[in-house]
């Protein structure tokens, strides 16, 4: 999370020129190949930076911090100009050769319309208010070139500078590490932050929240969960992160579900379970928050609940059509997806489908391999599953579902192959990409931070032919 006085990223900084220019937020999307949402976290994130609450007061501010460089002089009418129409017109053109942002009255506060000086049917500025603006500026522009201000790329803070590593010729790369290992988090992302809540450390389980910046790559602590657990999912809804049960310090189920604000940095209670469970699956669909399998501490659990945030309210939905508990899964084109898991007989690669319409469930086609404890994102309206514990033989590999064609692909996963046993992994999705943070391999706990990029191809040039065939 953004903090007023930190250096603007690199990213920022491209979206800070656009907004310069006068770029809208569709602008800066089109221009920066990002959503427009992604324009707005990085603008939400510029205006804590800066410690200014408008697009107006961001230029001014990057002006005063040396991010935008003004032009050396602003042209002057001479003194044979005797009417105030031709000093208007002079303020005009050196308010745009500035770059003075203009933006569309939706994106702007009220306070930021800056009236046409063309037009005098509309409010034109006073003309004498104006020879002002022409002045201030130009006294502005003669003082901030005399201070030598560094650059953008200067001001970046070197201390917290880290470069995405890739691995081998592959879709992974390694990011920066935890701050300390740990596996059986939740993780969940808002906007370009991912957060990691809870889980099993080397002094046990702990309530402790940290938010990785995927732009910036750092790490932040943040609130502590009042309630520390383990063996808990995630899932974002209107905002919050919901964490739902899970496992306690004393290694017993929980019904405690608490929801955190990442915008109030605070934790809140939410109603309670029906019963305690640990290691269900938590999905969001957009609207409903949704509570599947899991065990209580005697029996693993076909339930399935639904969370409805304006009541604070779980309400049973029809069983899921095997008990599981440490399952994955993820929300696909308005229906659920479960996948693998544990029951009695032992690990699974049973797949399932809830239409949250119909109220029902349907099969999907098997994992290629059954799997537990895996970590699972949703990208493309494709199902990622990685990592995890195998019921048969060793993991080699993670996989994707596309419920289009219904099939299920090998993702090669070279964490896997150095060790077959890569589990208990906590897994987001940020924009294109997918996050893969800590775990276990067999009893070592892991710090580690892996991408993985699966729309990032190498473009290949073929060699010119040595001659006519």
Same mark, same amino acid.
């Given at each position: ?181 740990? !596996? +059986?988090?939740?993780? #969940? ?5 991912? *957060?990691?809540? $809870? %889980?099993? @450390? /080397? =002094? &046990? ?24 657990? !383990? +063996?808990?999912?995630? #899932? ?5 992160? *919901?964490?739902? $049960? %899970?496992? @306690? /310090? =004393? &290694? ?40 599947? %399998? ?45 996948? %693998? ?129």
């Amino acid at each position: 999370m953004a903090e007023s006085g930190e250096p603007l990223s690199n990213r920022e900084l491209d979206v800070l020129r656009c907004l310069v220019q006068g770029a809208t937020n569709k602008d800066i999307a089109s221009d920066l190949i990002i959503s427009e949402n992604t324009v707005k976290v990085h603008l939400r994130n510029i205006y804590t930076k800066l410690d200014v609450s408008s697009r107006t007061e961001a230029a001014t501010a990057a002006m005063q911090q040396g991010y935008i460089t003004l032009p050396s002089q602003v042209d002057l009418p001479t003194e044979s100009a005797q009417n105030f129409d031709e000093i208007a017109e002079t303020v005009s053109d050196s308010v745009t050769t500035m770059a003075v942002p203009a933006t569309t009255l939706e994106e702007t506060a009220i306070d930021d319309v800056f009236v046409e000086t063309s037009n005098k049917s509309q409010g034109r500025l006073p003309k004498l208010a104006l020879l002002g603006i022409l002045i201030l500026l130009a006294l502005t522009a003669a003082f901030y070139l005399s201070q030598r201000f560094s650059t953008p790329e200067e001001i970046v803070a070197t201390d917290e500078l880290f470069s995405e590593v890739p691995i081998g010729n592959t879709h992974w790369l390694e990011s920066k590490p935890m701050p300390e290992p740990r !596996a +059986d988090m939740a993780v #969940a992302s808002v906007g370009l932050d991912l *957060y990691q809540i $809870g %889980g099993d @450390t /080397a =002094d &046990g389980v702990d309530g402790t929240v940290q938010v990785f910046n995927s732009v910036d790559h750092v790490w932040q602590t943040r609130a502590e969960k009042p309630t520390a657990v !383990a +063996d808990a999912s995630a #899932a974002e809804l209107y905002g919050e992160i *919901y964490v739902a $049960g %899970g496992r @306690t /310090a =004393d &290694g017993q189920p929980t019904s405690t579900v608490e929801a955190y604000s990442p915008t109030q940095d605070a934790w809140r209670p939410v109603a309670s379970l029906p019963h305690p469970v640990t290691g269900a699956l938590t999905l969001s669909d957009g609207a409903f928050l949704y509570l599947i %399998g899991g065990y209580d501490g005697q029996s693993y659990l076909d339930e399935s609940y639904v969370y409805n945030p304006a009541e604070d309210t779980w309400r049973p939905l029809p069983a899921l059509p095997q008990p599981s508990a440490y399952a994955s899964g993820g929300a696909i084109t308005g229906k659920l997806i479960v996948v %693998g898991g544990e029951d009695e007989g032992g690990i699974l690669g049973a797949c399932h489908l809830f239409d949250p319409a119909e109220s029902s469930w349907s099969a999907c086609p098997d994992m290629l391999q059954p799997r537990k404890n895996a970590g699972s994102a949703v990208l493309l309206n494709k199902l990622y599953v990685i990592g995890g514990t195998a019921g048969n033989g060793e993991l080699t590999y993670s996989e994707m579902y596309d419920p289009v064609s219904e099939t299920w692909q090998v993702i090669n996963t070279p964490m896997l192959a150095e060790s077959p046993d890569w589990a208990q992994v906590g897994v987001g999705q940020i924009e294109t990409r997918i996050f893969a943070l800590g775990g276990r391999k067999g009893e070592q706990l892991l710090d580690t931070n892996y991408i993985f990029a699966p729309l990032v191809y190498q473009t290949y040039i073929p060699s010119a032919s040595s001659g006519d065939n």
